[in-house]
Structures are given as structure tokens and as C-alpha cells.
């Protein structure tokens, strides 16, 4: 099998129906062992790359392919291979932190041991005090702590994530942040919505800057050398200004 990125987009153009847009050019590639962070304004594309990629949204022209699969034809292998973090996790509220991620991981058709879950609700840095608690008084940060165990137990080769860290404080971002390094560090490609300029440029290895359906530029940092913060903010208000305008 050739050595092709687990997230390949190329020329992707996508309309909900109405005519318009609203991918218009898309191409992005991530690879292995790498993260994405995906920037742009309200409304620029970013949850609808997310919906191309898992097959919700089908786009009108380009090749996008998911470990090779091409989720348009073939949705459910392609979801297989990723796990995805929607904006508002949806976790059932009567069901307790561990019957949650069970139940979850029944779904996508694996059984893991209760002493598994256990180390990634521990690993996802979920007070053990609350892995037996329902859900229903859970902050948003406990339930991306769930929400992230389950994906970790999954060990998908492709992480989508949907501003995973809004609403989220410092030290729980922080925290969110070190393991999505550790799940660069096991190989999977990640790729993460998010309007936090700084936790991108703590941990990403590429910002791609979405603009009217298409990536409008792209940066990398390599090794040692991180993202000049100030620069990226500089030219993400001038995105953000010149779509207001
Ligand atoms: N299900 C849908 N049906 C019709 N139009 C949609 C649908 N989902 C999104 N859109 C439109 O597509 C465009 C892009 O939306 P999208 O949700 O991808 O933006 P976004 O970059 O994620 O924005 P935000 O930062 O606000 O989350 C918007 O104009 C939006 O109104
Ligand atoms: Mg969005």
C-alpha cells in the first residue's frame, strides 16, 4: 500500500444545496504523527471539512480520502479509522463517566477491559473520584476528559476534533493539549478546529488559515523553532477583518 497521509483533501469544493459554496478549493494534507490546527472565521468551512472528512457532507468535486478510503463511497470504514470530537460532546447524563466510555466503545464494535478504561480516564486526567458519578454534573472539561479516554482507547490512526479547548480554563487546556501530544506521539494524524491561536502554536506542527472555503495559507514550525504568536495574530485579524469587510 503506498505511504499516502491519513488525511489527503485535495481541490474539495462543497455546497449544503443552496448553490454557494462553502468549500471552494479545499486541499489539506495531514500527516502521520503530526498536528493540523485549522483556523478560521465564523463561518469560513471549518466544521464542514470535519463533516466532509467523516462523510455527513458530500462535497460536489475533489478527492478526499481517510487512510485511503474515500469516505463518500464508504462512510463506515472510513469512520472506523477516526475518532471525532464534535463541539458539544455527546455523552449520555444518566449513565456514569465509566458506563459512558463502555457503552461508547460497545458501539464502535470494541470491548475493552474495566481496567483499560480505568487507565485512560486516569491517563485523560478525570478525577478518579468522578469515574463513577453520572454525567449530569460534569463541567465541559470532565466530559472532554471522557470524551478523549474513549478516543484514546480507540486507537484510531485519525483524531478530528472540533474546538475541543473552548470553554475550557488554562490549566484544563494545558492538559488537553498533552495528550493530544501523546496521540502525535503514537503516530495518528491530528486534526484540530480551534479559535485558540496560542494552544495551536504550542502544539501543532502546521496552522492552515481557512478563508472562504479554502486554506488561504499554511505554516509549519520545524523542530525547536515555534510559531511567532504575534505574527499569526496579526494576520488572522487581517483574515478575520477583510471577511467582515
Ligand atoms: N447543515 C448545513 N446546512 C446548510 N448550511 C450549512 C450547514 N452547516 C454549515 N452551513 C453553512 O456553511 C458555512 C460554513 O459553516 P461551518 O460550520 O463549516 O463554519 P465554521 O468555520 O465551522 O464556523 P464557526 O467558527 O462558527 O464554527 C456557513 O455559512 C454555514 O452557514
Ligand atoms: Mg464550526
Known amino acids: 500500500m503506498p505511504n499516502i497521509d491519513p488525511i489527503l483533501i485535495s481541490d474539495l469544493t462543497l455546497d449544503y444545496g443552496g448553490g454557494d459554496l462553502v468549500l471552494d478549493g479545499l ?33 460536489r468535486s475533489g478527492a478526499i480520502t481517510v487512510c485511503g478510503i474515500d469516505p ?13 470530537l464534535p463541539e458539544n460532546v455527546a455523552l449520555y447524563e ?34 478518579k473520584r468522578a469515574w463513577h458519578q453520572r454525567l449530569g454534573g460534569f463541567s465541559k472539561g470532565m466530559r472532554q476528559k471522557v470524551a478523549i479516554a474513549v478516543a484514546l482507547l480507540r486507537e484510531v490512526p485519525v483524531l ?14 494545558a492538559d488537553f493539549n498533552q495528550l493530544l501530544i501523546e496521540v502525535r506521539a503514537r503516530g495518528a494524524a491530528v486534526l484540530m478546529v480551534t479559535h485558540d491561536l496560542l494552544s495551536a ?45
Open 94 to 127: 444518566h449513565l456514569t463517566a465509566m458506563e459512558n466510555a463502555e457503552y461508547l466503545l460497545a458501539l464502535s464494535g470494541e470491548r475493552v477491559p474495566v481496567a483499560g478504561i480505568e487507565d485512560a480516564l486516569a491517563a485523560a486526567a478525570l478525577q
Open 72 to 84: 463518500v463511497m464508504d462512510p463506515d470504514l472510513a469512520r472506523r479509522r477516526m475518532a471525532y
Open 201 to 245: 502554536a504550542d502544539i501543532a506542527d502546521r496552522i492552515a488559515f481557512l478563508e472562504a472555503g479554502r486554506v488561504a495559507y499554511e505554516v509549519a514550525a520545524s523542530g525547536a523553532e515555534r510559531f511567532d504568536v504575534r505574527g499569526l495574530h496579526a494576520r488572522f485579524q487581517l483574515t478575520a477583518e477583510r471577511l467582515a469587510a
Open 27 to 59: 486541499s489539506l494534507a495531514v500527516p502521520a504523527g503530526s498536528i493540523t490546527a485549522l483556523l478560521g472565521g465564523n463561518g469560513a468551512g471549518k466544521s464542514t471539512t470535519l463533516a466532509a472528512l467523516l462523510g455527513f457532507a458530500r462535497p
Open 160 to 173: 478530528l476534533l472540533d474546538e475541543p479547548t473552548s470553554g475550557l480554563d488554562p490549566r484544563a487546556t
